[in-house]
DNA sequence: ATAGCCATGTAACCAGTTACATGATTTC
DNA sequence: GAAATCATGTAACTGGTTACATGGCTAT
């Protein structure tokens, strides 16, 4: 049975292995440990863990507070995951708005030009901020260096779309 | 009426500005248009044109070969098009399978990290030969700067991840 | 004229988002 | 100990993907 993991129940069951965690607790985990890497939200966490139960990866322990349920990673769970790293990357699909909005660049105005490259220039100076806090955290807790690589690749991303933006025609 | 658009239906409507298309027609203009910065599939187009047909933002003419439509924008298809044009830039949430897999570099065994990163690079050499042909050619038909503009991120987008890439330890 | 092929359109499914209900917990 | 707040879980919806049916075109 099991065809292969999706990429939020691998993300899951690799938060997991370090210890039966509820729904709630996962998505806190998730947010910082994979944050801005690779959202998660609430609703997907809640959705995935019963079918992931149903294929006997995770198993619920006993209800406590409010009906929440702390989930324990199962042999099978670990094998399946394991099977997941070795399987091969999944293609990156980059999907970015403001390339969309520039490719009907010559209906804009002028003005509206430039209002969204300046509004592109924000929010990356912004996603770029935190990355850098991210990187200077990680460095000092001597953290997980995988953490580190990740959170440096979020800094490339906008370092290179920021200077990018400088170029465009306005 | 009409709350905004969203991004498919805004993208149709743009390639729509330069004349009646049918949803064939349409797919293989936003591939060729929107190309690898803006994916879009068959069953989301055909899934927008009725829904935009009720909001009279396009209007179908007669049916022509194989139960095809040609679909002419409206005057409020270009208002609302119009005005997704001057609306607030979503944000850009980058979502990297590898970088996924990255934060679980310590279940990964070194062989398994390195085929990895190795896939990754080899996708993203493909990706960024696929930009500069796209630059290329477009600087020869001195075609609409924008879309120029649009795939030059891509290499700049690429470029930085390889040389990234580079920096992961093994 | 017919067989195979490919473009077109459809439908069922899966993933991601948003908005809501409920019940602990904190604070005054 | 009552009110407000916030975490937890649920449900409905939208967007994206995959797999399929059908009918026109092409080549022999």
């Not at 509206?112 to 912004?126: I, N, S, T, W």
Request: proline letters at 6%.
């Amino acid at each position: 049975m099991s065809g292969a993991l999706n990429s939020t129940s691998a993300a899951l069951l690799g938060l997991l292995h370090e210890g039966p965690l509820t729904g709630g607790q996962l998505v806190t985990q998730a947010d910082q440990r994979l944050g801005p890497l690779w959202t998660l939200t609430r609703s997907q966490v809640y959705r995935e863990l019963p079918t992931m139960a149903g294929r006997g990866y995770v198993r619920a322990g006993k209800p406590g507070p409010r009906a929440s349920l702390a989930y324990t990673i199962s042999a099978s769970g670990k094998r399946a995951f394991a099977a997941w790293l070795a399987s091969p990357l999944e293609a990156d699909h980059p999907r970015n708005p403001l390339l969309l909005r520039l490719g009907f660049g010559s209906y804009h105005d002028k003005a509206d030009l430039r209002r969204l490259v300046g509004e592109a220039q924000e929010q990356h100076e912004v996603s770029l901020a935190i990355h850098k806090e991210t990187v200077d955290r990680l460095r000092k807790t001597k953290a997980d260096p995988y953490a580190l690589a990740s959170a440096e690749c979020g800094i490339a991303y906008e370092k290179a779309l920021l200077k990018w933006l400088d170029t465009i025609p306005t």
